[in-house]
């Protein structure tokens, strides 16, 4: 018995220092979550620089836009004020990579939410639903939809969007895409002559319209449903519930309305309904 006994110790000293290193393990998760990085008394968020009334870099070097509110709201929730976030660009092929690597802390921008970016991070919301449009110049009459754009046209999007693609694979097989950094690229690009049209989510296309009037204009009616969310690491799930939280109470005390208002009102774009947030 005393043999049996003094084996078993070791295996029951592994057990424990197990349990111990999967506690440490977890509370070094717990550690790194937006949560804890909020309580220490600031918050990295990452945003697009270049889109009008969603989120932009103004002259000044303060930052503007419905995302930029909703971002802020947020970290407000979380108890950190606008002097203690860190702002950080976030293109849409750097994204993950940015959350994974504890770059940023959650993004808002323009990001939509599906399942090939669920697999890699974690998103709270929605906040805002969308469909995808086209942006052609103001003298364009051959182009009227996604359906239009054959004979080898030109169609411009950012480098990882999902726009692009799902016009290639649904609509026009012959179109040729050509992917610009950012989305103003995209309209420089277009303004030019370079390319034909550009996609992406028609609140974005709305913002670009809106400050090149008499130059370009949104054209047909939104063909798809998409869902805008806040995106941060997968394992978070304190934090997201957090921000969750947030979105709902930004919601219902009626600051998501005015930040749309404010922001949007002035492109034309119809105020949708606040979505439910479906905490995924």
Request: charged share 20%; with cysteine; glycine share 10%.
């Amino acid at each position: 018995m005393k043999l049996k006994s003094l084996i078993a110790l070791p295996a029951l000293a592994l057990i424990v220092a197990g349990a111990a290193t999967g506690c440490a393990s977890a509370a070094g998760s717990e550690a790194k979550g937006v949560e804890a990085k909020a309580k220490a008394g600031q918050l990295t968020i990452g945003i697009v620089f270049d889109r009008p009334g969603i989120s932009q870099k103004n002259p000044d070097g303060s930052f503007s836009g419905f995302d930029v509110d909703v971002a802020k709201y947020v970290a407000g929730k979380l108890g950190v004020q606008e002097s203690e976030i860190k702002w950080q660009e976030a293109p849409t092929a750097q994204r993950e990579n940015l959350i994974q690597n504890g770059q940023v802390d959650y993004i808002v921008a323009a990001y939509t939410i599906n399942d090939a970016r669920k697999e890699k991070i974690g998103f709270a919301g929605p906040y805002l639903t969308v469909g995808q449009s086209l942006l052609v110049r103001a003298d364009n009459t051959d182009i009227t939809g996604p359906e239009s754009l054959n004979g080898g046209k030109k169609l411009c999007s950012t480098v990882g969007s999902v726009p692009a693609q799902n016009i290639k694979k649904n609509y026009s097989k012959d179109v040729q895409l050509q992917e610009y950094d950012t989305n103003a690229a995209c309209v420089e690009a277009l303004k030019s002559g370079a390319v034909d049209a550009i996609s992406t989510d028609d609140i974005v296309l709305a913002g670009y319209a809106a400050i090149n009037a008499g130059k370009l204009k949104v054209v047909g009616k939104p063909f798809t449903k998409d869902s805008y969310g806040i995106g941060l690491k997968r394992d978070d799930t304190t934090g997201r519930a957090k921000i969750n939280d947030a979105i709902e109470d930004m919601i219902k005390d009626g600051s998501w309305a005015k930040a749309f208002g404010k922001n949007l009102g002035p492109s034309g774009y119809q105020q949708p309904a606040a979505p439910a947030v479906n905490r995924y």
